[in-house]
C-alpha cells in the first residue's frame, strides 16, 4: 500500500542491490548488505510494517543524480573492501499501478578480483619499537594474502599504538603511523629483447591482472619531538578518595606503599587503594594495568565518577598519577513489584505476586565494601473460595556483603596474575514459607564465595565474557512442619515420604555463565552451567546430627539460548538439561531416594512450559489428582530437560509504545531418577524419553515499555504426559484436548528466557 505518493511522476517504489560473480555466497551477502547501506536515503522505500502488510508514505520522487551519488558512495566502499577493478550498473523499471508509477531500481554490482597483500612490512625510525613490533608479528591482524582493505589495516594500526603504549611508550599516537602501498611490479617495466624473457613477462601481466596483489609497508612519521616516544616508566600515585579539593580545614594525609591519600574526613580507610592500583613504580608504562586500574575502581561501585591523570614529568622519562574520585551515594534503597499470572477455564487461576524491599550501603565499614539488605514476601493466590485464595505465601530476607578484594589465605599474588574483576562474599538469609494445607518450611543459609568476571580474546570478532561463581562453604538447614493434607498425600503416595523432610545441607556451588556475539548484535549467545555437591567431606564426619539430617548429593545444569536477530524479527533457541543424584552413602535412609525437594526441579508456568501451570507438570507420564483430597498438586523431580523455540515479530505501535507477537513451542518435562522414589512412570527411561516428553504452543504478545516487557502468552497443550485422571484417556495424545480444556493464559513480567 501506498500513500501519498507523487502525482504523474515516477516515485521510488523498491530498491535492491544484487552483486554477481561473488567468491563465495558468504562475501556475496556480506557485500550486498554493505553495499545497500550506502545508498543515498533519497532512492530507498519507506515502508512501514503492520500487523499483515506493509506501506510506503511519502515515496520520493525518482532522481538520476541521486543514483549517481549512490553509486559513487559503493565505488568507495568496495575499495574500502579491496576491490579496486569493481564495475556497477543499474536498471529501472518503471510500472504503471492505476495513477501511480512505481519506480523499481536495480543496481548490479561486479567486484571482480579483491587486491590482496603480497608482502608486509614495518619501517620504525627507532630500534626499540622496531624490535617490540617484530616479536609481536605473529599477533598481527593482517598477514600476506590477505584482503588489501581498510578495516584489518586500520585495526593493524590501532594494534601497534597499543603494543607500544603497553610498553612503556605513553605517548606514542596514532598520527605518528602510515601505510605505504604499491601494487606496480617493477620487473614488468623493464624491456627484454629475449623472446623467452618477453613471454615471461606476458605471462606476469596476465597474472596480475587476474590476481592484483599489493605490497604494504606500515612506517612512522618523521619524527620532530623525541618526547613522542620517550619510553617512559611509573611514578608516584596521589589518591582523592571524595574530592579533589582538599583545601578545607580537615585534610587527612595518609603513605601507604608509594601511595598517597588524601581526603576530606575519614570516609574511607587509606589502606584500602595501594591494592586496587595494578601499576608498580619503577616498572614501564603498561596501558593494560592503566586501563585496569580505571575499570577497578569504576567496578567497585563506591564512585560514580573515576579520573586517573597521567602526569609525565618535564625533562623526565617518569609519569605520576592522580586518582580522582567522586563518590557515590553511600545509600540506595530500592523496591520491587513483579507478577505472573496463568489461567485455565476449567482449572481456575494462578497468580503470583512478589514483593521486594532493598537498601545498599556502598561505604561499609569505610572499606568500600557493598552491603546489601533485601526483604521479600511473595505470595501465590489461587482459585477463589471461600478463605482459600491465599495458597502460598513467604517471606525471606538476605544480607550479603561484598568485598572488592580477594580474601583467601596464601594468595597474595593472585590479584597480579588475575585481568578481570573479582570479589569476595558474605551471604546470610532466612525464610519462612508457607504451603496451604501442606507444610511450614523455615530455612537458614549462610555461604562465603568469590565471584570473578572478564573478557577474553577471541580473534573470530565475538564478544566473550566469562562469570564465575563459587560459594565455598555453602550451609543450608531446613526445618520442615508438614500439615493435615500432606500428611494424608502422603499416607496415599507413601513414596513421597522421604520427599517432604527437613534436612541440612553442606555444599560447595559452583555457577558458570559466558555470554558471546557477533559484533554487530545479529547473533548472540549465552551458555550457564551449575553444580553443587553435598556432604561429600562433611558426610565423612560421624556424629547424630549429621546422620539424621545430611543430604549427600551431586546436581549438575546446563542451559544455552541462542538469539538470532534480523532486521525486524529475531528466534530464540534454548535448551535446558539438569539432574540432581541423592547418594547411596547418605546416612539417613529416609534420605536417600531423592534430593530434597528444596533442590529438586519443577517445570510450568511463564517462564517454562507455558501450557502447563506452575509446577503442574510430570514427573514423567504420572497421572494424579492435582486437587481434592490426597492430591499431590505440586510436582518435583531430580532430572530435568527442556527445550524451546520462539519466533518474534513485530506487529504495530500504540501511542508510540512496540507491541510485539511471538509464536513459540515448549517441550520438556521432570523425572524421578532412582527406581524406589516413584512408580514406573515416573522414573527417567531413555527408552521413554519421547513418550515421557510434553509439547505445548501458542502465541503471544509483548508490550514494551522499554525498562520493561509486559508479556501474555497463550499456549495450548499439544501432547500431555500428566495428566489428570479425568483426562487419562487423553495422556501423550497428539492434539487430544478441546482447546479451551487444553489452553493456559501466562502473564509474566519481561521475556521467558535469557534473551
Do not use: C
Not at 592503566?290 to 625533562?315: C, E, H, K
Not at 578484594?405 to 514459607?433: V, W
Not at 513421597?496 to 549467545?525: A, C, E, Q, R, Y
Request: glycine fraction near 8%; charged fraction near 25%.
Amino acid at each position: 500500500m501506498v500513500k501519498k505518493y507523487p502525482g504523474d511522476v515516477p516515485f521510488v517504489f523498491e530498491t535492491g542491490v544484487k552483486v554477481e560473480n561473488a567468491t563465495s555466497k558468504e562475501e556475496k551477502e556480506r557485500l550486498e548488505a554493505g553495499l545497500n547501506e550506502q545508498l543515498d536515503d533519497s532512492i530507498q522505500s519507506r515502508k512501514v510494517d503492520k500487523v499483515l502488510w506493509a506501506v510506503i508514505k511519502n515515496p520520493s520522487r525518482l532522481d538520476t543524480s541521486q543514483i549517481s551519488k549512490s553509486i559513487q558512495n559503493m565505488h568507495y566502499y568496495l575499495n574500502a573492501q579491496g576491490y579496486f577493478q569493481d564495475s556497477i550498473g543499474y536498471a529501472v523499471d518503471i510500472k504503471k499501478v492505476e495513477q501511480q508509477q512505481r519506480a523499481f531500481i536495480q543496481f548490479l554490482v561486479w567486484p571482480k578480483q579483491v587486491t590482496k597483500i603480497d608482502s608486509l612490512a614495518y619501517v620504525l625510525q627507532n630500534d626499540s619499537l622496531q624490535k617490540v613490533t617484530e616479536d609481536n608479528r605473529r599477533n598481527a591482524f593482517i598477514k600476506k594474502g590477505d584482503p588489501f582493505a581498510q578495516a584489518p589495516i586500520s585495526a593493524e594500526m590501532d594494534r601497534l599504538v597499543e603494543l607500544y603504549r603497553n610498553n612503556g611508550y605513553l605517548r606514542f599516537s596514532r598520527g605518528l603511523l602510515f601505510g605505504l602501498w604499491d601494487t606496480l611490479d617493477m620487473a614488468l617495466l623493464q624491456p627484454s629483447l629475449d623472446p623467452l624473457d618477453q613471454a615471461l613477462q606476458l605471462e606476469r601481466l596476465k597474472n596480475k591482472r587476474l590476481n592484483p596483489t599489493a605490497n604494504l609497508e606500515i612506517r612512522t612519521r618523521p619524527i620532530e619531538d623525541s618526547i613522542a616516544i620517550r619510553k617512559y616508566f611509573v611514578g608516584n600515585f596521589v589518591v582523592y578518595p571524595n574530592s579533589s579539593d582538599t583545601s578545607g580545614g580537615n585534610r587527612n594525609e595518609a603513605v601507604l606503599n608509594n601511595v598517597t591519600v588524601i581526603q576530606n574526613g575519614k570516609a574511607f580507610k587509606p589502606k584500602i587503594f595501594p591494592p586496587n592500583i595494578y601499576l608498580k613504580k619503577g616498572d614501564p608504562y603498561d596501558q593494560r594495568r592503566y586501563i585496569r586500574t580505571l575499570n577497578r575502581f569504576n567496578n567497585i561501585g563506591s564512585w560514580r565518577m573515576v579520573d586517573i591523570a597521567q602526569l609525565p614529568r618535564d625533562n623526565q622519562d617518569t609519569v605520576d598519577f592522580a586518582i580522582k574520585l567522586l563518590p557515590a551515594k553511600k545509600y540506595n534503597f530500592t523496591t520491587n513489584i513483579e507478577g505472573s499470572f496463568s489461567q485455565s477455564v476449567l482449572s481456575g487461576n494462578f497468580v503470583g505476586l512478589g514483593f521486594s524491599l532493598g537498601l545498599q550501603n556502598r561505604n561499609f565499614a569505610r572499606a568500600a565494601n557493598l552491603m546489601s539488605t533485601n526483604v521479600n514476601y511473595l505470595v501465590e493466590l489461587g482459585q477463589l473460595t471461600a478463605g482459600d485464595i491465599i495458597q502460598t505465601q513467604q517471606f525471606s530476607a538476605t544480607n550479603t556483603i561484598s568485598y572488592p578484594r580477594f580474601i583467601f589465605p596464601g594468595m597474595k599474588g593472585f590479584k597480579e596474575n588475575f585481568r578481570g574483576n573479582f570479589r569476595s562474599l558474605f551471604t546470610l538469609s532466612a525464610a519462612s514459607t508457607e504451603r496451604r494445607y501442606l507444610f511450614n518450611l523455615t530455612s537458614f543459609s549462610s555461604a562465603w564465595g568469590y565471584e570473578f568476571g572478564w573478557r577474553g580474546r577471541d580473534y573470530s570478532r565475538n564478544n566473550r565474557t566469562f562469570n564465575l561463581s563459587v560459594k565455598i562453604p555453602n550451609i543450608e538447614y531446613s526445618y520442615l512442619i508438614r500439615r493435615d493434607s500432606l500428611d494424608k498425600m502422603i499416607a496415599k503416595n507413601p513414596s513421597i515420604k522421604n520427599l517432604f523432610s527437613d534436612g541440612l545441607v553442606t555444599s560447595s556451588i559452583v555457577k558458570f555463565i559466558m555470554p558471546w556475539g557477533s559484533i554487530n548484535g545479529h547473533n548472540n549467545n549465552v551458555i550457564r552451567a551449575n553444580f553443587e555437591e553435598s556432604g561429600l567431606l562433611t558426610g565423612m564426619i560421624r556424629n547424630p546430627l549429621f546422620d539424621k539430617h545430611l543430604y549427600r548429593f551431586i546436581k549438575l545444569d546446563v542451559e544455552y539460548a541462542k538469539l538470532y536477530k534480523w532486521t525486524k524479527t529475531s528466534l530464540v533457541l534454548r535448551g535446558f538439561a539438569g539432574a540432581g543424584y541423592e547418594l547411596e552413602s547418605t546416612a539417613n535412609p529416609d534420605k536417600r531416594a531423592q534430593m530434597p525437594f528444596f533442590k529438586q526441579y519443577y517445570s510450568g508456568g511463564p517462564n517454562s512450559m507455558r501450557a502447563w501451570q506452575l509446577r503442574r507438570l510430570g514427573p514423567g507420564s504420572a497421572v494424579k489428582n492435582f486437587e481434592g483430597d490426597y492430591s499431590f498438586p505440586d510436582r518435583f523431580g531430580d532430572m530435568q530437560l527442556e527445550g524451546n523455540i520462539e519466533y518474534r515479530i513485530p506487529l504495530f505501535k500504540m501511542g508510540g509504545i512496540p507491541i510485539n507477537g511471538a509464536v513459540f513451542t515448549d517441550v520438556g518435562n521432570v523425572w524421578l531418577l532412582k527406581k524406589d522414589a516413584g512408580q514406573p512412570d515416573e522414573i527417567f527411561k531413555l527408552g521413554r524419553l519421547g513418550t515421557d516428553l510434553a509439547i505445548g504452543s501458542g502465541a503471544g504478545v509483548r508490550v514494551d515499555l522499554g525498562f520493561f516487557v509486559i508479556r501474555l502468552d497463550y499456549a495450548y497443550k499439544v501432547k500431555d504426559p500428566s495428566p489428570s485422571p479425568d483426562n487419562a484417556a487423553l495422556r501423550n495424545k497428539l492434539f487430544a484436548y478441546p482447546f479451551i480444556k487444553g489452553s493456559q493464559l501466562q502473564i509474566g513480567i519481561g521475556y521467558p528466557f535469557i534473551f
